[in-house]
Nanobody
């Protein structure tokens, strides 16, 4: 059973940056895709970014609300997925979850809190 552990959350001012990390206890190369989701207070969990690999090529997709500001990446040697978040806004405040999808089975981390506030 692969475990996913997020880190890197915290308090940041509007316009600031954070980089989230998702460390897997096993190989992430076996996952069809790796994703970041977030859940703000009182709202449903939403997909923020997804990265999938076909051969040696990575494909990334983003929610419209974060396009141009967030970048997802993966390091298969370190078995870690990252989410670089720039130009943060108060509405980005949420618990961010890492998710790995392997042939229809989803593996979730416990989340890391990001608070964007002055």
């Amino acid at each position: 059973q692969v475990q996913l552990v997020e880190s890197g959350g915290g308090l940041v001012q509007p316009g600031g940056s954070l980089r989230l990390s998702c460390a897997a206890s096993g190989s992430i190369s076996s996952f069809n895709s790796m994703e970041w989701h977030r859940q703000a207070p009182g709202k449903e969990r939403e997909l923020v970014a997804r990265i999938s690999t076909v051969g040696s090529v990575n494909f990334a997709n983003y929610a419209d609300s974060v396009k141009g500001r967030f970048t997802i990446s993966r390091d298969d040697v370190k078995n870690t997925v990252y989410l670089q978040m720039n130009s943060l806004k108060p509405e980005d405040t949420a618990v961010y979850y890492c998710n790995g999808v392997r042939w229809g089975t989803q593996f979730w981390g416990k989340g890391t809190l990001v608070t964007v506030s002055s």
